[in-house]
């Protein structure tokens, strides 16, 4: 079975704090992405990986970065977080070619 | 832009009652569609997928879906409701276009959180 993991499942942080959310699969997948999660919202993508330091921007890229060093690790950063990003974000993995994704427990952040 | 439609935020079923819960994708070329089920403080877990071939899909835990390309819809089924199904149910899309080349990403419905009553 595709495990992903993420580092925390809750975490709390002040504005202007520099905030890492890591994300670790373990099946040799291509693509990896970071989507966050609002009620009333589903889930928007932030940004996507599909090769090792490659990225592209989703649809909500504004105040987020990301770091794909190794295939099986792509990390997400909030340079200055901000309390309109308290939200839950979800990490995915999968193959080239097949499309959807295999998705990790998530990260409940809040920003003070 | 395709997008997806969830009609229903939220969906109240009693058990052993079927359950319905509709998804419509807006696109001109079919793309590829997925049903996620969410349970509370989870992930998202994969319930099912359609890409080619048969348009009736069985996944997971009784449930199963068809993809009717006239009507650009995947609606998600279950004959008879398990107090265990309350969730929320999340369906998305993959552009055909984006499913054999690097992307892969998924555009997400808002999700309808389905409610079992005893």
């Known amino acids: 079975d595709v495990k992903v993991t993420q580092s925390s499942r809750y975490l709390v942080k002040r504005t202007g704090e520099k905030v890492f959310l890591e994300c670790v699969q373990d099946m040799d997948h291509e693509n990896m992405f970071w989507y966050r999660q609002d009620p009333g919202l589903g889930l928007r993508l932030i940004y996507f990986s599909y090769d090792v330091k490659m990225k592209e921007k989703g649809d909500i890229p504004e105040g987020y970065s990301v770091s794909r060093e190794k295939k099986e690790r792509f990390s997400l950063i909030l340079e200055s977080a901000s309390t309109n990003q308290t939200s839950m974000y979800l990490c995915?993995?999968?193959?080239?070619?097949?499309?959807?994704?295999?998705f990790g427990p998530g990260t409940r952040l809040l920003v003070l | 832009a395709q997008s997806v439609t969830q009609l229903g935020s939220h969906v109240s079923v009693s058990e052993g009652a079927l359950v319905l819960l509709r998804c419509n994708y807006s696109?001109?070329?079919?793309?590829?569609l997925f049903w996620y089920v969410q349970y509370p403080n989870q992930g998202l877990q994969l319930l099912l997928k359609y890409t080619t071939g048969a348009t009736l899909v069985k996944g997971i835990n009784g449930f199963e879906a068809e993809f009717k390309k006239s009507e650009t819809s995947f609606h998600l089924t279950k004959p008879s409701a398990h107090m265990s199904d309350a969730a929320e149910y999340f369906c998305a899309v993959t552009p055909q276009g984006n499913y054999g080349g690097s992307q892969g990403n998924l555009i997400f419905g808002k999700g309808t959180k389905l409610s079992v009553k005893p």
């Open positions: 995915a993995s999968g193959t080239q070619g097949k499309g959807g994704g295999n």
């Open positions: 696109s001109s070329v079919p793309p590829y």
